[in-house]
T-cell receptor, first 113, second 115 residues
Framework: SAVISQKPSRDICQRGTSLTIQCQVD?????MFWYRQQPGQSLTLIAT?????????ESGFVIDKFPISRPNLTFSTLTVSNMSPEDSSIYLC??????????FGPGTRLLVL | AQKITQTQPGMFVQEKEAVTLDCTYD???????LFWYKQPSSGEMIFLIY????DQQNATEGRYSLNFQKARKSANLVISASQLGDSAMYFC????????????WGAGTKLIIKP
């Protein structure tokens, strides 16, 4: 399995501001994903972070709101832009390691006031 | 339609008892993968166990086993000798054969272990 870290672990932000979340993996991985988990819900895939090219976004998510960078095979960032209280969620990154299994980072718990 | 159904929103179980968490799935793909994840209140999503659709035997990982009944399209998680630390949300998820690793998630079951 892969060891994944995320920063920050939690944050409280004011509406209209932006937050960048970092995801670091201890080994090179091809597939890396960003998820959102709204309160009381299961996970929703935001995008696939592609190394060296633009991220692939799922329906309902756009690059202007959730810009993603993937400069190498061990690191990615997700920015939540122009935040509103509806963006209050847990944001998780994941990687595919063994036998199509996704391993998740510890998550970033975001509260927007 | 591809779907995961977890019919138990919440469960209370006495410590040291075995627990079965239900999961049924719907897919027309002959090849798929099934997963269980645990999410404690800290928010981390912890991988527990994986079952491939062509695996001949039920998957086991320590106290976790997956009761895979392909004809019934069920993939129930069994936790033996439950512990207080097992209290968490549990999610069943599926990767259909053509998904490019996009997981389909169930709604989750909140498990509370009573001392």
């Amino acid at each position: 399995s892969a060891v994944i870290s995320q920063k920050p672990s939690r944050d409280i932000c004011q509406r209209g501001t932006s937050l960048t979340i970092q995801c670091q993996v201890d080994s090179q991985v091809t597939m890396m994903f960003w998820y959102r988990q709204q309160p009381g819900q299961s996970l929703t895939l935001i995008a696939t972070a592609n190394q060296g090219s633009e991220a692939t976004y799922e329906s309902g998510f756009v690059i202007d709101k959730f810009p993603i960078s993937r400069p190498n095979l061990t690191f990615s960032t997700l920015t939540v832009s122009n935040m509103s209280p509806e963006d209050s969620s847990i944001y998780l990154c994941s990687v595919v390691a063994v036998r199509e299994t996704q391993y998740f980072g510890p998550g970033t718990r975001l509260l927007v006031l | 339609a591809q779907k995961i159904t977890q019919t138990q929103p919440g469960m209370f179980v006495q410590e040291k008892e075995a627990v079965t968490l239900d999961c049924t799935y719907d897919t027309s793909d002959p090849s798929y993968g099934l997963f269980w994840y645990k999410q404690p209140s800290s928010g981390e999503m912890i991988f527990l166990i994986y079952q491939g659709s062509y695996d001949q035997q039920n998957a086991t990982e320590g106290r976790y086993s997956l009761n895979f009944q392909k004809a019934r399209k069920s993939a129930n998680l069994v936790i033996s000798a439950s512990q207080l630390g097992d209290s968490a949300m549990y999610f069943c998820a599926m990767i259909p054969g053509d998904s490019n690793y996009q997981l389909i998630w169930g709604a989750g079951t909140k498990l509370i272990i009573k001392p």
